[in-house]
């Protein structure tokens, strides 16, 4: 199964459920063919849960979801080694993060100490409990929510963490009509209970190696490193985003050109997901927030500072 077909499969079953926000829909599933986490910030009640629980049930993958509370401790997470009287031998009890798809709910709800527990598995892909490593299934995929409004009894995310994110997302509210829409949908049953699997994890596994083919030509490579060199160098920013940026840039314009059917990037895919992919990366000055400064607004001074590269001839 191509990507393309892979892709459209996902987000016109998400989107059965998900109403009127195609483009939100269609960045989660870039996310996913790119092999990364999603942060997804906004204000309760408008689909966080619900959009992870629809792509899970999609794909037919295994899903836990974890509500992260204040007294909650990393081996909630990971799992434990408990002692069987039995044998006489400690055995492993997995914890919630030996899914593919785990929804980490209100995650600056939990200490930096439990948010850390997170850290290997998104990058590594695997937790180490008691000195032994387990490796988590694959595709594996961290769909974390956070209420930005709310600051009261929660823990900002340390950069470390916001890093492993590949994108951040927010849902906003629905238009008039698509509400009255989801009114509808709603009356006698929820359209989550209607939906199937559409795509085989295989074909997902699949789709994420295909896209890795996708040509990104030297001039494209340029303007992706030079958009993250540029919040290096912004004077309202304090902390620019790292190489891990770059490549999470890189990555996501090869999903989303792979998803218009293209096996090759255009600047257009880069200025797309620039936002999306760096925004949460951005560490702006003191200063700059007095002035109501944002990451959003810095790449947006970046994108329309810096000139759009033209094209080679793609060699054979």
């Known amino acids: 199964m191509e990507v393309k077909d892979v892709a459209d499969r996902l ?34 009640g408008v689909g966080k849960t619900m959009l992870a629980r629809t792509l899970a049930k999609s794909l037919g993958c295994t899903f836990r979801r974890i509500q992260f509370t204040p007294d909650m401790l990393p081996s909630d997470v990971t799992g434990v080694s408990i002692f069987n009287q039995k044998t006489r031998e400690f055995e492993f009890r997995p914890g919630p993060i030996m899914a593919q798809i785990v929804l980490t709910d209100e995650i600056n709800r939990a200490t930096p100490k439990t948010q850390a527990a997170l850290l290997e598995a998104m990058q590594e892909l695997q937790v180490t409990v008691d ?43 629905p238009s008039l009509a698509d509400e009255i829409a989801i009114l509808d949908s709603q009356q006698f049953v929820h359209p989550l209970a209607k939906i199937g699997q559409v795509v085989t994890v295989e074909d997902l596994v699949s789709a994420q190696e295909a896209l890795k083919g996708v040509y990104v030509d030297d001039l494209v490579k340029r303007y992706i490193v ?19 940026g770059s490549l999470a840039l890189y990555r996501t314009s090869q999903a989303r050109a792979s998803m218009a059917g293209r096996d090759y990037v255009l600047p257009d895919d880069v200025k797309a997901l620039t936002i999306p992919t760096l925004a949460h990366r951005l560490i702006v000055s003191p200063s700059a927030r007095l002035k109501d400064v944002t990451g959003d607004s810095v790449l947006r001074d970046i994108l329309g500072s810096l000139p759009v590269p033209g094209a080679h001839v793609r060699p054979d």
């Not at 459920?17 to 092999?35: D, F, M, Y």
């Not at 032994?132 to 470390?160: C, K, R």
Request: aromatic share 8%; charged share 20%; no cysteine.
């Open 226 to 244: 030079d958009i993250v060199a540029q919040t290096r160098r912004h004077t309202e920013v304090y902390l620019g985003a790292s190489p891990r």
């Open 131 to 173: 000195g032994v490593t387990y490796e988590l299934p694959s595709p594996f995929l961290v769909l974390a929510t956070q209420n930005p409004i709310e600051y009261e009894g929660t823990f900002p995310l340390p950069e470390a963490q916001l890093d492993r994110f590949i994108t951040r997302i927010r849902l906003g509210y």
């Open 11 to 44: 987000v016109t079953n998400v989107e059965r459920v998900i109403v009127g926000k195609r483009e939100v829909v269609e960045l989660t599933v870039v996310s996913l063919l790119a092999q990364g986490h999603i942060l997804i910030e906004d204000v309760p």
